[in-house]
């Protein structure tokens, strides 16, 4: 028997059609990439939300097209965004820090129409256009008067507002299926082509009502939200749905992620809550304490993307009462995962028992499940101590990617690629990634401890570890490190520190000091390159 | 195209199944109906739920039946609520207050399989059995020691615990779809048999999630919530599905509705948020006032059902520093409508105007919306002035009543009955029911605000207005008033005091004075029977 209630679907565009009607007067704040600083209401952000569809529509934009964007968080992002889902299209928002190859894979393989890009990347796109003949045309996200010489693109380039100006706001939103696809955003591993993630109106909706719950983000309509954190990046971890739904204040930094830029518009703007990965941060900190200047309004900062060093979460509740709170996610989980936020039990920590729950990335909302399993699949207990494969599940967790026909679960579980702990209080941290992790006969090291407890000795500026191939146990640990001029970084040196925080059989067989360690383009320690140096550097 | 997310259905036992997994040890508290305060965690509750469920199904219960609960607000009401929507039965919640014959038609038109029943109501639902012969079992909620004698039922009576203890937790919830329905609620209006509301899995759990949102109830982990407002009682406000997908402490008062034991639960398992109507809060606040006793770790209490007084706003926040927050729904809304949650602009009212806000109903959270209508259907401002029906809609409002082939909706609005204003800040407050204002000429007079102006008189105890007859004017107002000994209650006497809060046009052609007013079972003022006795006074 079914219920009695209304169960029309509901798009996405309910969420911005809801903040138009009741919080119409609100403002969307956004440092834009010409430079000003501009204000837009909810009311006006969906009266040229509804232009922007009526003008898809018309250029012959279809349900289920792809619309890819290039473009920093600004109100004309936001717009295409809710544009082009509530017209049943999907908003795809390209990363442009990826390498242009990766970019023109990814537009290719999504094949977008449209290409919505900010003036920042115009180069960058117009670099790639050649390679890209599906892309019929281009939207340039600015006005006429900084509208840029587009006449070698071997497709049209429209400006934006001008192209904005062509629609109306005589357009009926259409009626979606809930599961109909809202957006795409692709995950670049560090091996293989990126995957896309098809979000869909159910995920969204869903996510987005728990992002705003207390043991989430904890959001009010008389919240500021500094949005740094971009839409291309996981979805902008949900807060580009959460603004309107609650009704808060958005508060968009456009490509102005400098210390002095966010410091001011977090000032400006009375910016009460903020979200960015840690690199955001640690700037913003750094600013702070050099300039001397504190800020009033900020009761909090969510961090994810990265692990939160202790050291950051201190100096912002010490120094500036500023409450830092940890999260975790991915792409493939819409993105929210964990927060840290307390239990009844852990409620009553205080001090350094307090400061080490708030380095774990924290406990999943109603929405996710996890656990963890061994190697052979056996799940492992929520002791805080066992760790192993961390797997996922829940309404707003990816079932499988994009033209990709296999399932990307195993027993309805999503492998997140760590290696992680949950406490008897539901706290997860992660130790490693899985492919990171050194398997010592039937023992598992997490490379990030060795790492760790190596960076907190005197005289090593860097520190990467790695598994490398051993007769007798499978993989040992092998410990790379860059020293300062005066430092000495012989293993014979460095095992008695080591053996302070890493039990014997965790110590590196192997301690190797080195000039340099290869990054990502993320800037993350390119461990796949470092094993394919020394793989080997034990066996002979 | 479709999303590509898990977009398994996910049904309402999730929520009580992630209360046990990551919150396994927290508490649910409640004060039996036998008299002893029991404590049982969500662990257990998940278990004992798992056994319930698996013995309805071994009793023949099939997906879809009714099973009705007459019951109070406790654990193994609780469980019973869970096992029997997770089953993919219906849970029928059955108001006990209402007057014996109404219940038999309830259980009747429900068709009821299987009625669970509190100690409490035992002996009213014997007197009903002989007219119920769709009833094939009854089981009394409580254990073998204090099960009453059931000899003389025409249908077997099973001991909840024995019931119970014959089930096993090897039982596999079935997948049920997003609309299947989940529970069904009547409700009793003054006109007519009552009317079903059949809510669904969706609706239930969107409405859920919005609950706990700051700007609803504001529940996390850490809360530890009494739980009064009654399960059989517009849905329990959804709390009974709050409180587990938070992880909250759930306090549960059994019976004991008066001062002094809703002070000690609240005391002795430290409540920070309350739910109820205002009686049981003026209740509350009789038995601090007269014993001397605050409460420390209460922060909140969430007022709904009818009216706030100003008074008792004031009272609990001076006097306790307790914060009333007004609500309104309908259990036509499962049945959140709106709360008094500040919004940016509001936020910086204090003194009389924060007083005056926090009266009106307030806000609607994302998944309402709702708006005013005159006689013809004409959309009324939102200026906090003109008053007209107001009508809702959303995912968690109803579309038809249980059996009514015919939609409960006009151009997909839901006409609440009720007559209101809304202001530019989206603050709704209800001045009549529709069916009690008076339509004079073009201008409609609310009946409550002549009443409230009739009670500010000295020597005024209690004052009904209802609509007579006029041939000029359609209907003019008419007072009806019951006076203390030595007050002169003349219509002359009363006006210049009326005239000081209401319009010309709003007086009263004619104030009668009565021994006594009617009122109903609810405890209102029974003006259908006042408009059949007084509809004719002025046309003679």
Redesign the interface.
Known sequence: ????????P?SLI??LI?AA???G??DIVTRSVEGPVRRQSYAETLDRATRLASRLRDFGVA??DRIGTLAWNTDRHLETWYAVSGQGA?CHTINPRLFPEQIRYIVDHAEDRLIFVDLTFVELLAGLLPELPKIEAVVVMTDRQHMPDTTAFPCPAYCYETFLAEGTNDYDWPIL??????SLCYTSGTTGNPKG???????N??HA??S????VF?????D?ILMVVPMFHANSWGLAYAGP???A?LVLPGPHLDGASIHQLISAEQVTRAAAVPTVWSTLLTYMDESGQGIDTLEELVVGGAAVPRSMIEAFDRRYGIKVTHAWGMTEM?PIGTVN?????S?ALDGEELLDLRCKQG??P?GV?MQLVDDDGNVLPHDGKAFGRLLV??????????KAPESA?ED?WFDTGDIATIDAD?FMQITDRSKDVIKSGGEWISSVEVENAAMGIPGVRMAACIGARHRKWGERPVLLVVGDERATLSREAMLPHLANSLAKWQLPDAVIEVEDIPLTAAGKIDKKQLRQKYRDCLSD
Not at 177 to 182: E, L
Not at 218 to 222: C, E, G, Y
Not at 393 to 402: E, F, L, M, R, V
């Open positions: 028997m079914l219920g009695l209630m209304q169960n029309d509901t309910s969420m809801h009607r009741w919080h007067a609100q349900s289920g999907v299926d809930h599961d109909t696809a809202s993630v098809l979000y869909s109106h159910r995920a909706l869903l009502y728990a705003c719950m207390p043991d904890d959001l009010s309509a008389t500021s739904l609650t009704g204040k819409t936020r307390p239990t009844s039990r409620h406990r999943v109603y499940d599940k829940g309404p707003w967790t990816i079932a499988s990617y994009y679960l309805g539901g």
